[in-house]
C-alpha cells in the first residue's frame, strides 16, 4: 500500500479528480474499474510511455498483498521488468522516466525485504532513493515524495541488525519516521496512504496511542477497505481494545469469506485474530473453532509468509489447548 505514493505522479498527465478516484478505487478494492483505467490509459499514451505499466504494477502490488496468492506474485515481478525496462527508453521527459524506474526498483527491494533477501533488498531500495531525491531536488514532485525516502530510511534501521552497520551507516530510525510524518503532515494526495505506513510505524515503535487515532481516522474515512481494516484492527489491538478488534476483524471476516474463497492465507490470518480476541475476552470456545479452521487454511497456502503464521497459530493452538 505504500507504494500508492507514485499515484501522485499521473497529477503530471490527467487531472486532480481523476488521482483521487483511482486512488479510492483502489483503496476500496474496485480491481475490475482500475483496471479498465489502465486499458483506458494505454490506448490513450501508447506503449512508449511508462504511465499505464507504472499504474498496472501498482495495482498487481496491491492485488497481491491482498489476496496474498503465490501465482499472482510471478506476474507482479514481470510488471516490474516491463515498467523498469519501459522507463529506462523513455527520453521525452527525462525526469518522469526517472521517476517511473525509482519506482521499479522500490517496489523490487519491498518485495526482496519481505522475501528476506535484505542485500539485495538494499542494493535496489539505494537506486530507487538516489533517483527520487534527484526528482526531489529538481521541485518534480512534492512533499509526498517523502514516503518513499522514510519507508528507506526506516526499512535500513531494521535491515541494519542483519548485515551490521558498517555496511548501512548511520542513525535511520528517527529520520525515517520523520519522512514520512512529513508525507502525512504536509504532502497533498496521499494523507490516508501515508497514515497507513505510520499505523504500522507506530506499532512496532509501541506508540500505541498515535497507531490508534490515526487508524480510527482511516476506519472513517475508508470504512470498507479490507487492507486498510488490517491496519485498524492491528491498532486495537496493539492498544489492548480486544473488543473493537473483534468487531473490525469480524466485519473482515465476512468480507474475506465473500470475496476471498482462495486466499488461504488470508482466511487463515483472519481466524487467527479472531481466535485470539476471542480468547482474550474469555469465548475460549470459539477461539478454538477458529484455530482448528487457520490450521487448515494455513497448510493449503505457498504464500511466503506462512511460516511465521503457522508459528503464531500454532503458538495460541498450545495456549487453548492448556485453558
Not at 505504500?2 to 486512488?23: G, P, V
Not at 525485504?113 to 539485495?120: A, M
Not at 477497505?225 to 496493539?238: C, F, H
Request: charged share 35%; hydrophobic share 40%; glycine share 4%.
Amino acid at each position: 500500500m505504500i507504494t500508492f505514493l507514485i499515484l501522485l505522479s499521473l497529477f503530471i498527465k490527467e487531472n486532480l479528480s481523476f488521482i483521487d478516484s483511482t486512488l479510492n478505487y483502489l483503496l476500496n478494492e474496485d480491481y475490475k474499474e482500475v483496471r479498465e483505467r489502465i486499458k483506458i490509459l494505454k490506448e490513450k499514451v501508447g506503449e512508449k510511455d511508462p504511465l499505464p505499466f507504472l499504474l498496472r504494477t501498482i495495482y498487481l502490488y496491491y492485488f497481491t498483498e491482498d489476496y496474498a496468492v503465490y501465482d499472482s506474485e510471478k506476474v507482479f515481478l514481470k510488471e516490474i521488468e516491463k515498467l523498469t525496462e519501459v522507463s529506462e527508453k523513455h527520453n521525452e521527459d527525462i525526469l518522469w522516466g526517472k521517476f517511473c524506474k525509482a519506482t521499479a526498483l522500490a517496489f523490487k527491494a519491498m518485495w526482496l525485504s519481505e522475501k528476506e533477501d535484505y542485500l539485495n533488498a538494499l542494493n535496489f531500495g539505494l537506486e530507487s532513493v538516489n533517483l527520487f531525491t534527484e526528482c526531489i531536488e529538481k521541485n518534480f514532485f512534492l512533499k509526498d515524495s517523502y514516503l518513499a525516502l522514510g519507508i528507506y530510511n526506516y526499512g535500513a534501521h531494521i535491515i541494519q541488525k542483519y548485515v551490521g552497520e558498517k555496511i548501512l551507516k548511520g542513525e535511520r530510525k528517527e529520520k525515517g519516521i520523520e519522512q514520512i510524518e512529513i508525507s502525512y503532515k504536509e504532502g497533498k494526495f496521499i494523507k490516508p496512504l501515508s497514515a497507513s505506513v505510520l499505523i504500522y510505524v507506530y506499532i512496532k515503535e509501541r506508540q500505541k496511542n498515535k497507531a490508534l487515532e490515526l487508524a480510527e481516522k482511516l476506519y472513517k474515512d475508508f470504512p470498507d477497505s479490507r487492507i486498510l481494516l488490517w491496519q485498524v484492527g492491528r491498532a486495537y489491538a496493539a492498544n489492548g481494545e480486544w473488543k473493537k478488534a473483534k468487531e473490525v476483524f469480524s466485519k473482515l471476516y465476512e468480507d474475506i469469506e465473500k470475496n476471498q474463497k482462495k486466499s488461504y492465507y488470508q482466511r487463515a490470518s483472519i481466524r487467527y485474530w479472531l481466535a485470539k480476541t476471542n480468547y482474550l475476552l474469555g469465548d475460549k470456545e470459539i477461539a478454538k473453532k477458529y484455530i482448528k479452521e487457520a490450521l487448515s487454511f494455513i497448510k493449503k497456502t505457498k504464500w511466503h509468509e506462512k511460516k511465521y503464521l503457522e508459528k503464531r497459530i500454532n503458538y495460541y493452538k498450545k495456549i487453548l489447548e492448556k485453558s
